[in-house]
C-alpha cells in the first residue's frame, strides 16, 4: 500500500498569504513537420507551496541549504501520530508518545481535513517550540505537519522553525494525512533538487510494509 501525501498543485491551490500564488501556464507549439503538438508548461510559485521541505536555511543563517541535505534523512522509516482535537501540539503531548527509536515523526491533526476549504485556513494546529524542543532532544532528524507551516499562524518570531532548523532537524510542511492511519511507514519525501535554496516542493509517499 502506498499513500501520496502530498497536495496537488494547482492554480486553485490554497497558498501562505504572502507568498506568490501558483500559476502554471500550459504552453504549446507545433512541431517542425506541423504533424503533432508539444506541449509544456510554464511554471510559477513560491518554493514553499503545497507539500515542501524546509532547509535550515530558510530561517538560519549560514543554515544548511536544501540540497546540503543527505538524502538518507529524506527517505526511510517514518510514524505518523494522530493528535486531535488540540488548537496546538503541546509539549505534554509530545511526552506522552512513544519516541523511542522515532527518526521521522509526521503529525495528523484536524488540518488535513482542510485542505479542501478553498481558501487560507488560518487556524491550522501548529507545533509549540517546548514540544519541538522534546522532539530534538529525542534525536528526531525530521518532522512534519499538515499544513503550511509548523509555527502558529501571524508568529512573528517563528519559535519552532528556530528550535528544529537550528539543529539540523528537516520540517516537512503540507501534508495530507487525511487518508493515512496512525502508524509507522516507509518514507519518500524528495524535494526538487533547487541548488543552494530555502526549500522545494517534494513528492512525500508513505509505503506500508
Ligand atoms: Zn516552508
Known sequence: MIYDVSIPITNAMPVWPSDPPVKLTPESHLSRDKSHTVRLTRIDMGSHTGTHIDAPWHFVANGRRLNEIPIETLVGPATVCEIRGVRSIRRDLVE??????????????????????????EEFVYLEPDAAQILVDRGVKLVGIDYLSIDQYKSEKHPTHFVLLERDVVIVEGLNLSEVPPGNYTMAALPLNLQDADGAPARVILMKA
Do not use: A
Not at 506522552?96 to 485556513?121: A, V, Y
Open 96 to 121: 506522552k508518545l512513544p519516541l523511542k527509536g522515532i527518526e521521522r515523526i509526521l503529525f495528523k491533526t484536524g488540518n488535513s481535513n482542510h485542505w479542501n476549504d478553498g481558501t487560507f485556513f
